[in-house]
């Protein structure tokens, strides 16, 4: 049988480490849990779930869209591993902080967290991208990531409330879903 990369990454970047100290008791549980300013920490079976459905592989480079706490992120940085890289970006300046930090606990070099720009989804500038990873929720897919994906890249988004994995092809982008599921609103402003 061929090993889970995704649960040996998670196994290797603590959830604990990603949450605000009021929340440590309920880190072992498959339950989304509280950040603060109205974001939440995604309950580890979706984020496995989103993880296997990106396919991330060493040496992508991948952009995490609503980084929050910086766990995703840095189980992202696990997956690619020293030669790929993770771009995160967050809206939120106290939890850009706060997941700056918890990710220099541990030393994570691929991984680097952004302070979101009013009006602009994404790391256009930094893009294309191999992987892109969405834990924010958009009415309707967001052209404007699907562009930041290279050829033949995918994006994993919960969209209206189902997710959807979303592969760049030649003739346009190709998606098929996956199941229903909720999230915080992804704000652009």
């Keep these: 049988m061929a090993p889970d990369r995704v649960a040996d990454a998670m196994r290797r970047c603590p959830r604990i480490r990603f949450l605000p100290p009021d929340q440590h008791a309920g880190a072992g549980s498959d339950a989304p849990l509280p950040i603060g300013h109205e974001q939440t ?3 580890p079976s979706t984020v496995a779930a989103m993880l296997r459905l990106l396919d991330v592989h060493e040496g992508h480079d991948v ?3 609503g980084s929050g706490s910086g766990w995703t992120s840095a189980i992202l940085g696990e997956l690619v591993g020293p030669t790929g890289s993770v771009e995160a970006v967050e809206r939120v300046a106290e939890l850009v ?7 220099a606990e541990d030393a994570h070099p691929r991984v680097r967290v952004h302070h979101a720009r009013p009006g602009t989804l ?9 992987r892109i990873l969405v834990s ?3 009415a309707e897919l967001p052209l404007a990531l699907v562009d930041q994906l290279a050829a033949d890249g995918v994006m994993v988004i919960p969209v209206a409330g189902e997710m959807l994995r979303v592969v760049r092809g030649p003739d346009g982008p190709h ?3 996956h199941g229903r599921y909720r999230f915080v609103p992804l704000v652009t402003d």
């Design 175 to 177: 998606v098929t879903r």
């Design 122 to 130: 994404g790391l256009p500038g930094l893009a294309p991208f191999d």
């Design 63 to 65: 952009l995490d869209v």
């Design 41 to 43: 920490n995604s309950q």
């Design 136 to 138: 924010a929720e958009p």
């Design 97 to 103: 902080t706060r997941s700056r930090a918890a990710l």
